[in-house]
T-cell receptor, first 110, second 114 residues
Framework: GQSLEQPSEVTAVEGAIVQINCTYQ??????LSWYQQHDGGAPTFLSY????GLEETGRFSSFLSRSDSYGYLLLQELQMKDSASYFC???????????FGAGTRLFVKA | DAGITQSPRHKVTETGTPVTLRCHQT?????MYWYRQDPGHGLRLIHY???????DKGEVSDGYSVSRSKTEDFLLTLESATSSQTSVYFC?????????????FGPGTRLLVL
């Protein structure tokens, strides 16, 4: 079964800030990645956290708290093109297997 | 563009027939992965490879086999296709650069099993 939990849908307004949360199981945890996927497209890598704290890449930031088994993706200055699905993915310590969450569908409204 | 192609991009087949999907990379990466994506399930790992002739199972490997006879090609075979294997299949590579666990995905193969 899924070892990551993330909301199924989030709706936000253009120009706003939105946070997508992800909780994960700690057994064999190595790091947390985030991917974006537009309808009909392939997932594309956004960010990776192996250590606690915030990683910033332009309008997108990702945060990890290993003690809380929790991370989030923060999207600032939302644009219509940010409407997509966002997946958190747990990297494991054995064999470089990745487990993906079921994804969060983000709708950006004008 | 990470130099990953998948073929075919679309396929319709009948239950019980074997199907082989091909993933090709041009950048000589060691790690390659096959995922399937279904609504409500995100991406689920089928099999992965960590070198030529070195493969291991993922979380949904039943009914699938893989082969990697050369670095650039990773083949996924559905031995006897079933309707439950109707899905979108993505191949990915993992460059393992600078301690960042990134994966780059191919464009996907849409498979319909009738």
């Amino acid at each position: 079964g899924q070892s990551l939990e993330q909301p199924s849908e989030v709706t936000a307004v253009e120009g706003a800030i939105v946070q997508i949360n992800c909780t994960y199981q700690t057994s064999g945890f190595y790091g947390l990645s985030w991917y974006q996927q537009h309808d009909g497209g392939a997932p594309t890598f956004l960010s990776y956290n192996a250590l606690d704290g915030l990683e910033e890449t332009g309008r997108f930031s990702s945060f990890l708290s290993r003690s809380d088994s929790y991370g989030y993706l923060l999207l600032q200055e939302l644009q219509m093109k940010d409407s997509a699905s966002y997946f958190c993915a747990r990297e494991g310590t054995g064999g470089f297997k990745t487990i993906f969450g079921a994804g969060t569908r983000l709708f950006v409204k004008a | 563009d990470a130099g990953i192609t998948q073929s075919p991009r679309h396929k319709v087949t009948e239950t019980g027939t074997p199907v082989t999907l091909r993933c090709h990379q041009t950048e000589n990466h060691r790690y390659m992965y096959w995922y399937r994506q279904d609504p409500g399930h995100g991406l689920r790992l089928i099999h992965y490879s960590y070198g030529v002739k070195d493969t291991d199972k993922g979380e949904v490997s039943d009914g699938y086999s893989v082969s990697r006879s050369k670095t650039e090609d990773f083949l996924l075979t559905l031995e006897s296709a079933t309707s439950s294997q109707t899905s979108v299949y993505f191949c990915a590579i993992r460059p393992r650069e600078a301690g960042v666990e990134t994966q780059y995905f191919g464009p996907g193969t849409r498979l319909l099993v009738l």
